[in-house]
């Protein structure tokens, strides 16, 4: 089993600045791509950011130049660092992780598809 543990959103007023992490556990894991998404109430989930093993990332249009994602590979964990936040910001985020790790109960390696458990992020006019 891969968890992935979301923490840093909070409330903060438009203009202002929030850190999101996701820490990553399992057994010896190789993660190739992480991911935030966010979804604002009564709208779809949609990509924010993602970032793969080589460091390659990738921004939303709607986020690019405020929002910088990046990962500690050593601690299996992103970050997502969050600038001049607008209200329409206002959203649950989530963390998704893609690649490979050890199971106790196969011979060879498992892929896994993990998400986190969301952090709210609010920014109010």
């Known amino acids: 089993q891969v968890q992935l543990v979301e923490s840093g959103g909070g409330l903060v007023q438009a203009g202002g600045s929030l850190r999101l992490s996701c820490a990553a556990s399992?057994?010896?894991?190789?993660?190739?791509?992480m991911r935030w998404y966010r979804q604002a109430p009564g709208k779809q989930r949609e990509s924010v950011a993602h970032i793969i093993s080589v460091g390659s990332t990738y921004y939303a249009d709607s986020v690019k130049g405020r929002f910088t994602i990046s990962r500690d590979n050593a601690k299996n964990t992103v970050y997502l660092q969050m600038n001049s936040l607008k209200p329409e910001d206002t959203a649950v985020y989530y963390c998704n992780a893609e690649g490979t790790y050890d199971s106790s109960s196969y011979y060879f390696r498992q892929p896994f598809n993990s998400w986190g458990q969301g952090t709210q992020v609010t920014v109010s006019s």
């Open positions: 399992g057994s010896n894991l190789s993660i190739n791509v």
